[in-house]
């Protein structure tokens, strides 16, 4: 699990984060749910919200983003980011899930070479998930196979910090914030 995800308590100021969303960015999903990314229209006062520094790594980028739909965004592996710190400001009850590629995994992606995979749910296990708290980051391993859950319309909604070129394990060693325990999937 602990190669998967990391719970951090990571605080910002109170603060009307959805007037930060700024231009679609790019998005990415599948028939019933999909991410959004969007730049952040006001870096200067979203800096301003932070109490401290995060990283002795300063993140590549950083957006503002939506998880909407209902039911299933299929098990990928993002292209061209090692790693996430996503920090929830609007939660649902959607589940974070990291599977484990069984042997001879099929891709349904054509950008294999490229990197970027998306995988047949019966070719992998999962070995962790998590539900986000509101008001709490997660480290996440998203060079690993992951998915999103999510079982109602709410929206979730969180900025989501980027590391491209970066190890998860070197960002995990490189984060400034406080580290939360983790429960562990039997």
Not at 6 to 26: C, I, M, N, R, V
Not at 45 to 69: A, C, D, N, Q, W
Request: glycine share 4%.
């Amino acid at each position: 699990m602990i190669d998967c995800y990391q719970k951090f308590y990571l605080e910002l100021l109170p603060y009307d984060y959805t007037s930060l969303k700024g231009q679609l960015a790019f998005q990415y999903g599948y028939p019933d749910v999909t991410i959004f990314l969007y730049q952040i229209n006001d870096l200067e006062k979203f800096k301003k919200l932070h109490t401290g520094p995060i990283s002795k790594i300063p993140p590549t980028r950083v957006f503002y983003s939506e998880i909407i739909g209902q039911g299933f965004l299929q098990p990928h592996k993002d292209l061209g980011v090692g790693c996430n710190l996503n920090w929830y400001f609007q939660t649902d009850e959607s589940a974070t899930v990291f599977y484990q590629e069984k042997e001879n995994t099929k891709h349904l992606s054509n950008f294999m070479e490229e990197g970027e995979n998306v995988f047949h749910l019966e070719d992998l296990k999962e070995v962790a998930r998590f539900t986000a708290e509101k008001n709490t980051a997660y480290l996440l391993n998203v060079d690993r196979p992951h998915s999103v859950y999510k079982p109602n319309f709410k929206i979730r909604k969180f900025f989501s910090y980027q590391w491209l070129g970066h190890s998860y394990q070197s960002i995990l060693d490189s984060l400034l914030i406080k580290k939360e325990d983790c429960l562990e999937i039997d």
